[in-house]
């Protein structure tokens, strides 16, 4: 059972345009979210996270939107930039756990 | 290193053959995290050892899984009886302290079992 989904396998947007990646989560216990963004043939690289008491985290041209209630989080980055282009994963955490849960990944295209 | 390392970054076993992954990380991270990545799907959580001592290995699939990090630096994951299912990218990350956000992860070693 896929306790992080990411629905959309992928995306493609033009330079300077927004993108939205989103996420959904079934476990109600996850408190704390991170997005990553992965190159080919590199590790996951840490983007930005965001803890269940907040609804929102700012960092540069990334934001993170979470809804509690809906049980989803999105991931927004803008302006984007053909540099942007990788495969982001959604992962959650749980207080008192070390493990993440990852989604499956989204990947993102940036056009010049 | 300034990084974590992960060796070998390619390996190809045959079906029924013990495997050794190697990965070294950030020089003074005490937390180390091993996670599988299969074709189209996120990684997946394995072991996590705090020190030298395995804290939670609830992910490791069955016994035939093993790691081990015997001076709280190196670990090693390793695999006896490869079987084709076993072929994926096994990541490992390290974190100075506890708490997902200080993870850096390494490349990763691509398994591939023939």
């Known amino acids: 059972d896929q306790q992080v989904k990411q629905n959309s396998p992928s995306l493609s947007v033009q330079e300077g345009r927004i993108s939205i990646l989103n996420c959904d989560y079934t476990n109600s216990m996850f408190d704390y979210f991170l997005w990553y963004k992965k190159y080919p043939a590199e590790g996951p690289t840490f983007l930005i996270s965001?803890?269940?008491?907040?609804d929102k985290n700012e960092d540069g041209r990334f934001t993170v939107f979470l809804n509690k209630s809906a049980k989803h989080l999105s991931l927004h980055i803008v302006p984007s930039q053909p540099g942007d282009s990788a495969v982001y994963f959604c992962a959650a955490n749980q207080g008192g756990s070390e493990k993440l849960v990852f989604g499956k990944g989204m990947k993102l295209t940036v056009n010049p | 290193g300034a990084g974590v390392s992960q060796t070998p970054s390619n390996k190809v076993t045959e079906k029924g053959k013990y495997v050794e992954l190697r990965c070294d990380p950030i020089?003074?991270?005490?937390?180390l995290y091993w996670y599988r990545q299969s074709l189209g799907q996120g990684p997946e959580f394995l072991i996590y050892?705090?020190?030298?001592?395995?804290?939670?290995d609830s992910g490791l699939p069955n016994d035939r899984f093993f790691a081990v990090r015997p001076e709280g630096s190196v670990s090693t994951l390793k695999i006896q009886r490869t079987e084709r299912g076993d072929s994926a990218v096994y990541l490992c990350a390290s974190s100075p302290t506890e708490g997902a956000s200080g993870y850096t992860f390494g490349s990763g070693t691509r398994l591939t079992v023939v």
């Open positions: 965001i803890s269940s008491i907040k």
């Open positions: 050892f705090q020190g030298t001592g395995a804290a939670d």
């Open positions: 020089s003074g991270h005490t937390a």
